[in-house]
Structures are given as structure tokens and as C-alpha cells.
């Protein structure tokens, strides 16, 4: 798959299929319209191209609300798009220039002079241009003086799949992981670098892996313990991962570590992708280390029986 880094960058393909949005998540409705575009695409020898955007929109438009957290970040979201065989992958700026495009400057100016969009593919909900003015109609009407056709996943078939990103980010922070991976057909992961701790969990026998998320923007679970798989120098290991603040030992800043099972190489800085794959318990607070020490012992029983 190709990436490119701003529209501008994109020269016209041949029988260029096309969709538009922002894929957070990848999730089973986004690949719904995924599938749709790889069929089109193979019926004419075309190549399949998704326009995104960075930052997200609501970044943009709505910058007073800082609560928007995404369910994968760019480069996680490039490599999804990838595994499912996409051919080009734009991702555009995003600005509040873009955002005045009226209708027709967005379907002239970026699908057919940047693009070059013989097909288009969109959900029957899909807006676009300046105040989300555009839709279905504005692109049917037009499609015929710029010789592209359009292609609606109707309203029953993304009914049909009933999820957004938005019941998965509401599902990842109210401890739900099993329905989030549900939503997403693939286990939630995080993807950060080791970082050095305090060495808590090394005293107590169970040594961690603390990850720095380096994104701002990543959705991170609720506080608790997880169910995990880690991808780790070329293996996947089991684990037991952490989210939380430490309160057992007064901890100020809240933490995401992971106990690697059967593993004991020296990661630091090491990148680490991690999945969760079930919640086990919130996050409590213990009346000595040692109380704690005996309740990870019945954490990793628990976990071992999870990922069994």
C-alpha cells in the first residue's frame, strides 16, 4: 500500500475506486464499505484508494473539547487499512480551509482533478463540504458531467452491522473489551516504546513492562486488569497487563504496564504492540504490598485461563 501524506501528493490512477471518512478503528461497518470497494475495483482492473484525514475533524472544528480520544492511531490505522489490501492511502490534512470547500469544489477539485475517481463508494449517511452541506444527491447529479459512478452501502446494511467508533470508545472505557473486540473483528491494541519504572513490580515477582504512549490522542482503557497478548521482539507472549495509578503505593500518574509472561529479555526502548483481549478486575487499592503480591497471583491464574 502506498501512504501518502497530503492530497497534493497523489497523482491519478487508472480506474481509481474510491471511499472517503475517517476509519477510525477499522471496525466491521468500515470494512463492510472496504469489501464493496475491493469488488468494484477487481470488476474493472482498478486500484482501490481511501482518502482519510488527519487530525480528525473534530480536532479541528471543535478544538474547545479536548475529550476525543481515537481508537487507533494514523500509523495503526495505515497498517490495518494495509492488511486488508488497499492499494493507496491518503491522508490529508486536515483544516478549516478543507472544511469551507463548498460541495462542488470538494467533488470537482479533490475526487476528479486530484483523485481521478472513476467509482465511488460511500455509506448513505456520508456528508461532506463546507457545514456538511453535501451528500448522495450532490454526487449522483454530478457524477454524470464528470463520468464517475456512485456506489451507496444503504441504510439496512449498515443498520445490519449496527456499530460505530463511538460504541467502541464507549465500550473500551466501561470496561467491555470483549464487546469492543466484538465490534472491531480484531482485540483493541496499544502500540508504545518500554520505558523504565520503579522496579515495584520486580520486588514483588511480577516484573512489568511500563509502555509510553506517545500520541495524545490514543483512547486508552479504563483502569484495571487485562487479559493480553504482547508482540515483542518477533514473538507473541501472554500477559497480564495494568492500567492505573498505583493506589496501593499512593502512585500520582497513571500507568500502563504489562507483566510478559515466560519472558525475560531487556526491552527498554523497545517498541511493543499490546491486545487486550478480556478485562479482568478494576483497579483496587491493597493494605500492604504483600496483600497485593497474593492478588496477582490470582490474576495471572485468572489470565493463563482467559487466553487458554
Do not use: C, W
Not at 462542488?104 to 467509482?119: F, N
Not at 520505558?195 to 511480577?206: D, K
Amino acid at each position: 500500500m502506498k501512504i501518502y501524506n497530503n492530497i497534493n501528493d497523489f497523482n491519478p490512477v487508472e480506474n481509481a475506486v474510491v471511499t472517503i471518512g475517517t476509519f477510525d478503528g477499522v471496525h466491521i461497518g468500515h470494512r463492510k464499505i472496504i469489501a464493496k470497494l475491493k469488488e468494484l475495483a477487481d470488476e474493472i482492473g482498478g486500484q482501490t484508494v481511501i482518502l482519510t484525514f488527519f487530525p480528525h475533524p473534530r480536532m479541528i472544528l471543535h478544538p474547545e473539547n479536548q475529550d476525543l480520544k481515537l481508537i487507533t492511531t494514523i500509523n495503526e490505522k495505515a497498517g490495518l487499512l494495509e492488511s486488508l489490501g488497499i492499494d493507496h492511502l491518503i491522508v490529508t490534512p486536515f483544516s478549516r480551509d478543507f472544511s469551507n470547500l463548498s460541495a462542488l469544489e470538494y467533488i470537482h477539485d479533490v475526487l476528479v482533478a486530484r483523485i481521478g475517481t472513476k467509482k465511488i463508494v460511500i455509506g448513505y449517511d456520508h456528508r461532506f463540504g463546507k457545514d456538511r452541506t453535501g451528500g448522495l444527491l450532490d454526487l449522483q447529479r454530478l457524477s454524470k458531467v464528470y463520468e464517475f459512478d456512485v456506489f451507496e452501502i444503504p441504510e439496512q446494511d449498515i443498520n445490519d452491522v449496527a456499530v460505530s467508533s463511538t460504541q467502541i470508545r464507549t465500550a473500551l472505557l466501561n470496561d467491555q473489551v470483549d464487546l469492543a473486540n466484538e465490534f472491531l473483528s480484531y482485540s483493541f491494541f496499544i502500540t508504545g516504546k518500554v520505558i523504565r519504572g520503579n522496579q515495584i513490580g520486580r520486588q514483588l515477582g511480577y516484573p512489568t513492562a511500563n509502555i509510553l504512549i506517545e500520541e495524545n490522542y490514543k483512547l486508552i482503557p479504563a483502569d484495571g486488569i487485562f487479559a493480553v497478548t504482547v508482540d515483542v521482539v518477533g514473538n507473541t507472549y501472554k500477559g497480564m497487563a495494568y492500567i492505573g495509578h498505583r493506589p496501593t503505593i499512593n502512585g500520582m500518574t497513571r500507568n500502563i504496564e504489562v507483566n510478559i509472561f515466560d519472558f525475560d529479555q531487556d526491552i527498554y526502548e523497545h517498541t511493543i504492540r499490546m491486545h487486550f483481549h478480556h478485562f479482568v478486575r478494576n483497579d483496587i487499592r491493597f493494605n500492604s504490598l504483600d496483600e497485593l503480591k497474593v492478588q496477582l497471583a490470582l490474576d495471572k491464574e485468572t489470565v493463563l485461563k482467559m487466553l487458554s
